[in-house]
């Protein structure tokens, strides 16, 4: 057999093998109860003098990071582009969800310093003080599972989190609290939801093929 029909019979293989997991796929969907809206403090702007030169937008809503596993199933290497801005002196989300090993990239979009910076056990780091459009765009790789507490050193009212999975299949939240995982191959999972460091979720599933598996937490 020639080396062109032995890659054609590879090819083909992995085509009918993507079609029968798509088949045997299933849907995950859902609700959690979030708070009704951010429970932030009020943000003393006075003590920001020459740190603030703009108007600071409220708070991102709270949105909670839901995401599977079951024994064997890792993050696959992601070649995705992960952003979390900084823009009228808020973080742009409140939470984000991201695969094990991904890179997130911290892009100031404010005229004034920020920096940021955690103290989290899953990840610590701090990227110092960087002014809007700085080159290279500051970024942080996220080897280890956990969540990770976002803060900017020069602005303490701005929060946010990361929630590194070892998982493929993960999103988040809308502001209600409704979620859908989509093109899961049919099984026994474990389905996890975390909110904070204190509010987290986990709950035994079976994903049915074809059909949609819904899930209240």
């Given amino acids: 057999m020639g ?3 032995e890659m054609k019979i590879i090819f083909w293989s992995s085509v ?3 079609a029968a997991l798509l088949v045997e796929a299933g849907t995950v969907s859902g609700q959690i109860k979030l708070p009704d809206k ?3 403090k009020r943000i003393a702007i006075e003590k920001y003098t020459g740190k603030i030169s703009g108007k600071v937008a409220k708070p991102p809503l709270p949105v909670a990071g839901v995401w599977l596993t079951r024994r064997g199933l890792t993050a696959p290497k992601s070649s995705k582009r992960f952003i979390l801005n900084q823009k009228n002196y808020q973080f742009g989300k409140s939470l984000m969800v991201i695969p094990k090993g991904a890179t997130v990239f911290f892009p100031n979009e404010d005229i004034d310093y920020h ?9 610590r ?3 110092g003080r ?3 459009n700085e080159t290279p765009i500051p970024s942080v790789v996220f080897n280890k599972a956990g969540l990770v507490e976002l803060r900017c050193e020069i602005h303490e009212h701005m929060q946010a989190k990361l929630l590194v999975v070892d998982s493929p299949y993960y999103t988040i939240t809308d502001a209600s609290g409704s979620f859908k995982l989509t093109q899961v191959p049919a099984g026994t999972y474990t389905l996890h939801a975390q909110l904070s460091k204190k509010q987290k979720w986990s709950k035994p599933i079976q994903v049915k093929a074809q059909g949609t598996t819904n899930v209240q937490l």
């Avoid at 920096?115 to 989290?120: D, E, G, K, Q, T």
Wanted: net charge positive; aromatic share 16%.
């Fill in 16 to 18: 009918y093998l993507s």
């Fill in 125 to 127: 780091f701090d990227l």
């Fill in 115 to 123: 920096n940021i910076f955690s103290l989290s056990k899953t990840r």
């Fill in 3 to 5: 080396k062109l029909n």
């Fill in 130 to 132: 960087y002014r809007k």
């Fill in 38 to 40: 951010h429970q932030g």
